[in-house]
């Protein structure tokens, strides 16, 4: 029986499918269909071929092979958010949770150990991280567990223990704290203190961008954590926002998850070149897999004080490539262009951070977090606290470095060169060239290949880029009169770098004054 | 999706244009995964696998061009699994010197056990097929209010009966298959796009 109402129409069926009919006519059509199994056919196959239909149900309706998927997509799609993942994690429902001993008191999801779980806070690439209650001290604690499947792995294991081991040592107001390291039948997990709060990235997906204020708190108090476990020797090599807790009420941050954090002398892990750390965030020798130091976690704070400002990570591609690309290769979109109430001396120290060359970021996280706290001083009480000098210090290595071979060579050498040719016996000369001795320059100061990154125009830069451009010029002239072979006896010794160092610093200053 | 998996040229095309980041994006969320696999299927630790991972697409962008230029190259996907293999046994071998492992050979064992060439592709297309829908699935699922998906998902994928899961969402009989349909177009446009207009036979 049809409904008399509405015939069988292919193109009407075609506009559903589109989601292009009115509601009422929609209804129609929802009647019509309850009858018209012809139309039901015809809708289907419009939908797609019946083989399209099988294979969705044979493919969506398989968890592959139960090796824990890499990727979010490898999981089940289908899943009706009221069997989300935590929303209702009893083991019975959760066989990965099949761990936890029942718990006698029904207010609790199960027992691990001395400790009643009442909740999964969440779950990360190393395993799932519980809230319990911790009876014998009457205190809620975060327990993180490393996943079964990866417990089966001794390195994941020894990589866990080490975990542990490297956070406990670093005790510090702006480091989560490691209250024990326990096992309980061969799952290994440790206990935190829980935190009630969320992680910046929370925040930052629920807020975007943040205030100044509010970006140099959090960023000065990062910085600070992380100066702490650099003085143990301990790089966390995943600083982002997921990793820095915001605790409620108190205005206090806390680094959380060492996980990937390794004592700076532990090469046997590096051994197996793996590449750890969240690409987004990582800083570009971590991505290519060279070594990673103490400055590493200071480019990856950069990114974190870019994605407060900005709301967006600098690094943006997604693929694991095209992140790799842009961190190797691109400086990120200036700040000011996304958001223009930052003001250009933040923007200077996120570029400073962002250096691709290590030497030519800060050097200390001790360092940043002085810094900014000295901003934030200025900015809550401009009056007493003075605005830290402005930051050029990228530019002005280069500049500096430039001007030091120009100081050391152009001034005091040209002299020197004059005395040496008549004065010093060629002998010596051929002796140390056979040697190589550099010509009076650190090797640390040669030109690398990344100072193109700090050429993009900057307003009021234009004019010390000429002059620094002009005096490059005039010191690879007398460079090349010294590589003539009577020139190389110039020892460095010849000139004191003090004296090099004050020339330099005076050059400086005068720029600074001169500069807008 | 036909039975012999054939270079699917609209992906394909689009990945040797190096600033589409999007292509690479798709071509990453489904073909990671894949490789993630055959590498722990071969005993790699999860880690190393997804070293692995890096490594394989690393050397896959950068010869892809070349690849596609080629008049006589072959299908993609047996292409870039081999590039997954030599990597796998290069890396496996490398181990060894570095450790000098006693007993026997990893890499020889990793040979030997080796199932056959076709045997292993045939999984591999398999893989590859529900790798595409389970990725398409997460892709357009938010495009749907949740009624609409779930009305597709129960009857479609865990075949229950419209009538039953009507009941249960409360919508019309007819709403469910409208809505079921509706998300099956959507899967079926999201993969043509990533796949070619080839479509199941």
């Not at chain 1, 009858?35 to 083989?51: I, K, N, P, V």
Request: glycine share 6%; aromatic share 6%.
């Amino acid at each position: 029986m049809v409904s008399p109402r509405f015939s069988c129409d292919l193109a009407r069926l075609q506009l559903a499918l589109d989601d292009r009919l009115r509601e009422d006519a929609h209804q129609d059509l929802a009647s019509h269909l309850e009858q018209c199994g012809e139309c039901r056919e015809q809708l289907e196959s419009l939908a797609a071929g019946r083989d399209w239909w099988r294979k969705a149900q044979s493919h969506l309706a398989t968890v592959e092979d139960g090796l824990p998927g890499r990727l979010t997509n490898t999981g089940r799609p289908g899943r009706p958010s009221s069997e989300g993942a935590f929303d209702d994690a009893r083991p019975d429902q959760q066989p990965w949770l099949g761990f936890l001993a029942p718990s006698d008191d029904g207010a609790f999801i199960g027992r691990l150990g001395g400790y009643q779980v009442s909740d999964v806070i969440g779950s990360g690439g190393f395993g799932v991280v519980l809230k319990a209650f911790d009876a014998a001290l009457n205190r809620f604690v975060a327990v993180k567990v490393l996943a079964p499947h990866l417990a089966a792995s001794g390195a994941a294991r020894r990589r866990f223990a080490r975990e542990a081991q490297a956070a406990a040592a670093v005790v510090h107001e702006h480091v989560v704290a490691i209250h024990a390291v326990a096992e309980n039948d061969g799952l290994p997990y440790l206990v935190m203190p829980y935190i009630a709060g969320c992680s910046l990235q929370e925040r930052l997906d629920r807020q975007g961008p943040l205030e100044l204020k509010e970006i140099l708190r959090i960023g000065m108090q990062v910085a600070a954590g992380l100066a702490a476990a650099h003085a143990q020797g301990l790089v966390h090599r995943d600083i982002k926002p997921a990793n820095i807790l915001l605790e409620n009420g108190v205005e206090r941050v806390k680094i959380t998850d060492f996980g990937l954090a390794r004592t700076i002398d532990d090469a046997s892990l590096t051994q197996s070149g793996v590449v750890a750390g969240t690409p987004q965030y990582m800083a570009p020798e971590q991505a290519r897999g060279e070594p990673a130091d103490h400055r590493s976690d200071l480019f990856s704070l950069g990114s974190v004080l870019y994605t407060m400002a900005t709301g967006r990570s600098p690094f943006r591609a997604e693929t694991f490539l095209g992140v790799w690309r842009r961190l190797c290769e691109d400086m990120p979109r200036p700040i000011r262009e996304t958001n223009p109430e930052i003001p250009d001396w933040f923007a200077e120290i996120v570029e400073t951070l962002h250096a691709k060359d290590p030497a030519e970021r800060f050097q200390s996280a001790e360092e940043v977090s002085d810094l900014l706290s000295r901003h934030l001083a200025h900015l809550q009480q401009p009056a007493l606290a003075p605005r830290p000098a402005r930051l050029r210090r990228a530019r002005w290595r280069r500049a500096m470095r430039l001007l030091r071979r120009g100081a050391l060579i152009a001034a005091p050498a040209v002299v020197c060169l004059a005395a040496a040719v008549h004065w010093w016996p060629p002998s010596e000369t051929t002796h140390q060239r056979a040697e190589g001795q550099p010509v009076a320059v650190d090797s640390r100061e040669q030109p690398r290949d990344s100072d193109h990154e700090w050429q993009r125009p900057i307003a009021g830069w234009n004019q010390i880029d000429r002059e620094v451009a002009e005096t490059d010029h005039a010191i690879t002239e007398v460079e090349q009169q010294l590589q003539r072979p009577a020139a190389s006896v110039i020892s460095p010794q010849t000139i004191s770098a003090q004296a090099i160092d004050a020339e330099a610093d005076a050059v400086e200053r005068r720029w600074a004054e001169g500069v807008p | 999706m036909e039975s012999t998996p054939t270079t699917r040229y609209s992906l394909l095309a689009r990945l040797c244009q190096p600033s589409d980041e999007q292509a690479w994006r798709e071509f990453m969320e489904i073909y990671e995964p894949l490789v993630y696999r055959l590498a722990r299927r071969r005993g790699f630790q999860d880690a190393d696998a997804a070293d692995l991972c890096q490594e394989v697409f690393q050397a896959a962008a950068k010869a892809i061009e070349r690849w596609h230029a080629r008049p006589d190259r072959g299908a993609f996907r047996p292409w870039l699994f081999q590039i997954a293999r030599n990597i796998m046994i290069n890396s496996l071998r490398a181990r060894q010197r570095q450790c000098n492992a006693t007993g026997t050979s990893d890499a020889r064992r990793l040979l030997e056990e080796q199932p056959a060439e076709d045997e292993e592709s045939r999984l591999l297309d398999v893989q590859y097929e529900r790798q595409l829908f389970h990725w398409a699935a997460e892709q357009v699922r938010s495009e749907f209010r949740e009624a609409t998906w779930r009305a597709f998902w129960l009857t479609g994928v865990d075949g229950r009966k419209p009538q039953q899961v009507a009941e249960e969402l409360h919508l019309s009989v007819g709403a469910v298959y409208i809505a079921r349909s509706r998300v099956m177009a959507r899967l079926r446009e999201k993969i043509e796009e990533v796949e070619g207009r080839q479509g199941p036979e």
